[in-house]
């Protein structure tokens, strides 16, 4: 988004015109225009003529948010409804109000100061083209930081002083108590034995709330404290509340704060909190992390011996089974004529390039899958950059699930004491006593304990050492990487309950999904779990160990939402997970009869986001329509008459209420993640908001019905299980390092930019993506190689705080065709992807969408003017771009960029938040489908995974040419899986594979294939359930005959071929070449 005061830069705007008639060029091999078999004649797909490309928008700016809202003023309350166990409706008594004088709430909120910064996209950028020329970006001033005197307390009612809430009976038993006792900071005591309202004719609370149960369980150690103000981090009482400056960027920064000091004037602090850190010899760990479920990760043995770790991701054998030099190999420096050589899309997963490294180096080098950049070779020059017109960036996918992660443990973690860079296989050992940082070139010492290597037992063997072996690794970080002790597992669950939400059904089968996994929800003995539901009110749900049943307390006045008794709210689950199944039991009847179609979404959020605050943790919430109450209420702003236009559509948020709690959220360590259940118009662009910038996720199942739509079903019990127990990472900041000379200026994905380069996540998930632009400051003459360097810091659910580090080496090049035979263009297509994103909504679709075309135009026309010697006709491509305008074609038909469609406006903002939360790899399947020939599988180059055989069908061409009526293909698109059947396949398939006897017989909604015992059946299902396997989210299988609703999906896929209103793969070759040849 553009920064206001910063002129956008002018420049020429490429329109596409399309082509009509240029595919039937004489002497063309391609027969793209007519379509010879007559498979496609129906369900939107004609040869009517493409529409042309409109020109560009002027680029709008976003308004800076002010940041200022205001929980403050009197509350009221209501009385507490009882709660009157199942299948009962509830009886709601007449609300008599009552103005609570509490200064609980109405205090001074912490609040970021100035929220002038954005995500992404802060540089403005030309129209219809992403290239801001020669002019390299300024430099940004996005800060996120509390100032620094101590007038700000955090909003943690619960440390507040004294008992505030009188005016209300119900609750004036309630002593909010702060001893001012530091130790306290994360926990409410309440003195005396305050009881909860009863339940009218309930049972009376079993027993009393006693200090101890509700706090030391989770109560640091106050020596802890008093290392946090030893440190600088400024942490003090004040009347009772503690002031806790979020100084995170000082903390992944550091370990400067000179730690070994610190440790001798107190040398309880690491025990106190719960470690030890060995002195020599370290010890080190070997560490398989859980793959989906919450188990505790098995240690075993580093094996001795120098070795480097092959990071076999899971579920992706054949992508990591050839790494061959593809920009060494003869073949990688060919020059493709496109308009010649039809076929280039390769049978098998296309490989990422191999860096043009010596091999010893490329050895050790960070896995594409994890870390990979757009140029793996980077120019050495700005200048020879913009000649390039290729977009220079990272693509991440740092926390992701490995099989193999070395884990150190060490009481030193060594790190160049200029940049802070993490000690990594890419440094220079000048001596055994010295390393040169390859980020700044500093020199630094090795420190005594680093000569011990652990690996050979050996003394002196420092450049033997994991942590210079391993360009993927983990840090058990020691008490200087925390501002607080590591919080507790905290999970929030927040249910819309409105009559529409009850319609849909989706309480059962989330409430069924919780209680299957209740036990393994990433966590220990601390985790926490609460429930919030709401309609047109909000209610809570007191869980307190030892009461008989839960308790209901309802709050109508959502104006000024407060919280109830929050000790209750979030409890222990291994101490009252009696009372949370019976809740969860309960909850999807309480609701049936409820004629409440409101929805306070927004209140509700807020309520949640105060119960959370004083702990951080992950709130999910779910909802199935617009909100229409309260704070954050929206309206209706989808015009359907206007969904086929690229123009006018309503991509920006109606509010700023969802990114202004975003950021309350984040800065409290709170990530929202929004599941979305509606058939109706939403306004997902608002409501994304604050999964984004709270660094959650979204997940959008459109016109779910438990009845109606049981594919969806499905769907959301697949996803729900994977969310609920993959691993999580909380109280997460991270940051990505570039040797010096590069910058990094943009960042793409789910979080909030704290201070230039400091990414906050509150929570990080393994299954988010995220990508960052780059430019060359200074140039990189000097060096022959560059880094690139991620650190994620965060608490695991074990409580334990880690470091992940991920280092990045790649060769900087003089030549501009170095330069394009190191192009790596999926990264390139992912990059523009997420950059086009923001163009859609900072400018227009139809602006993002000529600025992908020019990508390619661009960058063919640098490469054909400065490249190539003789301008042979044709469109001559590098071959390492020669994917490059089948991807963005892809691209400009993929739902987030599509026209002419009656695409649904979630649906297209959905698409959009899946390009820039999605690893690249998933974005690349959602993009350009696989398509398989799947009626004739054979065990021929299978895979053989766990005595399981998996065929590997050859990949096909996105085209209707590449089907015929006697087969079966199946298109993976990334989250839908089609398999269309021809009328006249084998009734060897049908019988085998489907278990019908004909093709008349496969039944109009078929999304499942049975199990039957034969061959092609094993086959076909092994597949499909490996392509399934291999992501976090569940594609749903549709099987498809002509007559099925879903064809035209299917069609809409078909990348290579015209459509409505876009252009066949050969039309816009053409249409490229005629640009480029100007
Ligand atoms: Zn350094």
Redesign the pocket.
Known sequence: MSQPGIPAFGSTLTSLQAQNGAASASGSPYTNGPIQNALMSSQGYNSQLPGSYPHLIPAKTLNPVSGQSNYGGPQTVSPLSSYQGPGQTLHRPPVASTPVTSSLHSGPVPRMPQHTSHNSAAIPMPSGSFHPGANIPPPLNWQYNYPSAGSQTNDCPNVSSGPTMSGNTNLTSHQYVSSGDPSLQNNFIKSGAPLGPLPTGGPPPVRALTAQKSSHRTVPQPSFNSAINQEGITSSTNNGSLVVHNNYDEIEGGGFLATPQLTNKNPTISRSVGYSYPSLPPGYQNTTPPSTTGMPPSSLSYPSGPQAFSQMPLGANHLTASMSGLSLHPEGLRVINLLQERNMLPSTPLQPPVPNLHEDIQRLNCNPELFRCTLTSIPQTQALLNKAKLPLGLLLHPFKDLVQLPVVTSSTIV???????YINPFVSFLDQRRWK??????V?DVPEEFMYNPLTRAYGEPHRRPEVQNATIEFMAPSEYMLRPPQPPVYLFVFDVSHNAVETGYLTSVCQSLLDNLDLLPGNTRTKIGFITFDSTIHFYSLQEGLSQPQMLIVSDIEDVFIPMPENLLVNLNESKELVQDLLKTLPQMFTKTLETQSALGPALQAAFKLMSPTGGRMSVFQTQLPTLGVGALKPREEPNQRSSAKEIHLMPSTDFYKKLALDCSGQQVAVDLFLLSGQYSDLASLGCISRYSAGSVYYYPSYHHQHNPVQVQKLQKELQRYLTRKIGFEAVMRIRCT?GLSIHTFHGNFFVRSTDLLSLPNVNPDAGYAVQMSVEENLMDTQLVSFQSALLYTSSKGERRIRVHTLCLPVVSTLNEVFLGADVQAISGLLANMAVDRSVTASLSDARDALVNAVIDSLSAYRSSVLSNHQPGLMVPFSLRLFPLFVLALLKQKSFQTGTNARLDERIFAMCQVKNQPLVHLMLTTHPNLYRVDNLSDEGALNINDRTIPQPPILQLSVEKLSRDGAFLMDAGSVLMLWVGKNCGQHFFSQVLGVQSYALIPQTMTDLPELDTPESARTVAFICWLREQRPFFPVLYVIRDESPMKANFLQNMVEDRTESALSYYEFLLHIQQQVNK
């Open positions: 790190r160049c004491r200029s940049c802070r860079t940082c390859n980020l700044c070139y500093q630094n010096k």
